[in-house]
């Protein structure tokens, strides 16, 4: 059984974006990887930023559900193993769409398209911290977060480290393996966020 266009167009989407980039992954290729046409393609993605933005959320490790459940029930689990489990989560996710997203920063006029199509679109970078921030907001809601925190600070800090590891480590070719990074990351914001 065929699997359906759908489907096949994100898949051939992913691969392309991790192989070439997004920067040079054209709809066109895309089409003819998933075995139909670009017109296909656009019945069921309106445009490439669409398209990308669906193979972050439906490809990569699913970051949003988790920070979206934590926060509506805050004093769940742990705050030590939520976190842990945030960060594991993020890096992950950062680690698998670095590549995908590095060439947009190549090419100044595909950056600045591509900014104001996740505008329009209301998604972004942003969009984890917030969550996360929300997410540490109600933990101080319940006490397990100190009153005097800055949760976006926080938040800041625990995603903009996840990004890093992506980013810094891949030129030492020593990445640290996302679990052990997410406890040791979970355990020093938790030193300074503890309630």
Known sequence: MER???VRILDAAHELMLTVGLGRATTKEIARAAGCSEAALY???PSKEELFIRVLAERLPRLAPLLDSLAAEPGRGTLEGNLTEIARQAALFYEQSFPIAASLYA???LK???DEAMR???????VPIEQLAAYLRAEQGVGRVR???DVSAAAALLMGACAQRAFAYDVLGER???ADFAVRLARTLLDGIGG
């Open 4 to 6: 359906p266009a759908r």
């Open 43 to 45: 019945k069921y993605f």
């Open 107 to 109: 090419e100044v006029q």
């Open 112 to 114: 600045r398209r591509h």
């Open 120 to 126: 329009d679109l209301g998604v972004g970078p942003h």
């Open 147 to 149: 009153e005097d925190v």
């Open 176 to 178: 640290p393996e996302a």
